[in-house]
């Protein structure tokens, strides 16, 4: 079965960077377009940013535009959230998606698999 395993969350100060990973396995990697979400508790799971299954074309909420930077390594079934400049309310669970879609999309419900998560913790 599919399964999308997220990495690299933590606890971080306010200001520095943390990567997150996604290992995908059974899954066609290269044909899937990949996004990273977030959701806080009692809250709506947030778009963050998604890239294409090429890698060459990328869309970014505004929120995180200019701090975060999605990629991909096809080789290794890998997407990773590089994000910088971290603040306070980037604290949340981080999760990672897959999409047969080709077109970017914002929306959850064009993710047919997604991770477990992971917790990010940003300290002021």
């Known amino acids: 079965q599919v399964q999308l395993v997220e990495s690299g969350g933590g606890l971080v100060q306010a200001g520095g960077s943390m990567r997150l990973s996604c290992a995908a396995s059974?899954?066609?990697?290269?044909?899937?377009?990949m996004a990273w979400f977030r959701q806080a508790p009692g809250k709506e799971r947030e778009f963050v940013a998604a890239?294409?299954?090429?890698?060459?074309?990328?869309y970014y909420a505004e929120s995180v535009k200019g701090r975060f930077t999605i990629s991909r390594d096809n080789a290794k079934n890998t997407v990773y959230l590089q994000m910088n400049s971290l603040k306070p309310e980037d604290t949340t669970v981080y999760y990672c998606?897959?999409?047969?879609?080709?077109?970017?999309?914002?929306?959850?419900?064009?993710?047919?698999?997604w991770g477990q998560g992971t917790q990010v913790a940003v300290s002021s």
């Open positions: 998606a897959a999409s047969v879609y080709r077109a970017l999309a914002p929306t959850p419900a064009r993710y047919a698999y």
């Open positions: 059974e899954l066609t990697f290269s044909a899937y377009s």
């Open positions: 890239i294409s299954w090429t890698g060459d074309s990328t």
